[in-house]
């Protein structure tokens, strides 16, 4: 597997790839003096679009840029799960997504592209995850929530069952969601509440 990205989110996936015992193929980055854990940086960005047919995971965790290199690539795009983690059977992960430790999916929920599910994050049954979502460590949702596409959940966020959450929403940490979101709103609370919204 090859990584793009040599942040900090690098050094859990090639934590789990180590625990896997999937190689490392190579890590690229812009910035080319970077090293991740005992990895170098092989080189940038660009110079990867000359690995055909090697699978890849993009390891950076805002979402509009893993969108932005995601459209840029021509590339097979894996799929990382960290052994702590209990996936359902019935649960659907889609390319480029990646699994954090101890994360839970629970039946017939759908998981979009390039989505992170971080550390103990919970994803309960028949929810659906939008594209390039990140979900932050801790954060929990109920069954039949819905998440719309480069929606960023913060830290030990809980969302009440049945919840519509719209595209590149920002909820914050720690917010108690009991009501639908509408598309860009950015919420904090308990309840959550709308400050303001994202310009896209």
Known sequence: MHIIGASGHAKVIIDTLVLNKQ???????????????DFAVNGNVSAFKNQIGQKVVIAIG?????KLIAEQLYAEFGIVVHPSSVISSSAV??????VMPNVTVNSLAKIGKHVILNTNSSVDHDCRIGDFVHISPQAGLAGNVDVGEGTHIGIG????????IGRWVTIGAGAVIIRDVPDFAVVVGNPGKIIKYNQI
């Open 157 to 164: 966020a809980c969302i009440i069952q049945g919840v519509k």
């Open 62 to 66: 805002n979402n509009k840029t893993r």
């Open 23 to 37: 190689d490392i193929l190579g890590i690229w980055d812009d910035n080319e003096d970077l090293k991740v854990l």
């Open 93 to 98: 992960l889609s390319e480029g997504t990646v």
